[in-house]
């Protein structure tokens, strides 16, 4: 199956301070990537949805200021968590869609632990 | 609001023994997914299913999607503790430009030696 990779899995950082997440596909394009929010023993929560090239689209209570989204390309989208404060510390999880997939299947990446202390 | 209702929420058995999980939705979904999620880990795609009355299986793992598209069970035979994890439906709601899953609540899955 299609790989999607994240980096870094797990980032530590301090009240305050900006953290980025990147979510790439390494053998395929994907034209559209999803960000995941994850809290324990929960399901996964859609915080916005990424189209290489254009603005991304986010879920209403998301903000879009406190959470950048940039997709540069078919392959590479990051998610830039601003000012982070505790509260933001959680399971970010990124999918990303085939181009040329018949099913529109999501791929997800592994998630990246973020602790905000 | 579409939403995929998934039951049970918590299931704990023993190794050998059979289960089902369920998803269930008063809407029409386009195709329907199941993944598996471990601790720490994102979830993993392990079925895809577009027709209705469609049935997968998977080894030990049954898929079907329901005749008119709204709901879908795994079944899992003879269970294994290498099968407990996180058990996440997702659907692809019917209709055009539609691209964002549907998430079930998700099934966690412990199969006791």
């Known amino acids: 199956g299609a790989v999607v990779s994240q980096h870094p899995s797990r980032v530590i950082c301090k009240s305050g301070t900006s953290v980025k997440i990147e979510c790439r596909s390494l053998?395929?394009?994907?034209?559209?990537m999803f960000w995941y929010r994850q809290f324990p023993k929960q399901s996964l929560m859609l915080m916005a949805t990424s189209n290489e090239g254009s603005k991304a689209t986010y879920e209403q209570g998301v903000e879009k200021d406190k959470f950048l989204i940039n997709h540069a390309s078919l392959t590479l989208s990051t998610l830039t968590v601003t000012s982070a404060h505790p509260e933001d510390s959680s399971f970010y999880i990124c999918?990303?869609?085939?181009?040329?997939?018949?099913?529109?299947?999501?791929?997800f990446g592994p998630g990246t632990r973020l602790t905000v202390l | 609001t579409q939403l995929l209702e998934q039951s049970p929420q918590f299931l704990s058995i023993q190794e050998g023994e059979n289960l089902t999980v369920y998803c269930n939705s008063s809407?029409?979904?386009?195709?329907l997914q199941w993944y598996r999620q471990e601790p720490g880990e994102g979830p993993v795609l392990l079925v895809t299913?577009?027709?209705?009355?469609e049935v997968k299986k998977l080894k030990r793992l049954t898929f079907q999607f329901g005749d008119a598209r709204k709901d879908s069970s795994l079944h899992i035979t003879a269970a294994q503790p290498g099968d407990t994890g996180l058990y996440l439906c997702?659907?692809?709601?019917?209709?055009?430009?539609?691209?964002?899953?549907?998430f079930g609540q998700g099934t966690r899955l412990t199969i006791n030696p």
């Open positions: 809407s029409v979904f386009s195709s």
């Open positions: 999918s990303a869609r085939d181009k040329l997939a018949g099913w529109n299947e999501q791929f």
């Open positions: 299913v577009v027709t209705g009355g």
């Open positions: 053998d395929f394009q994907a034209t559209t």
């Open positions: 997702a659907g692809l709601p019917a209709g055009p430009g539609a691209q964002k899953l549907v």
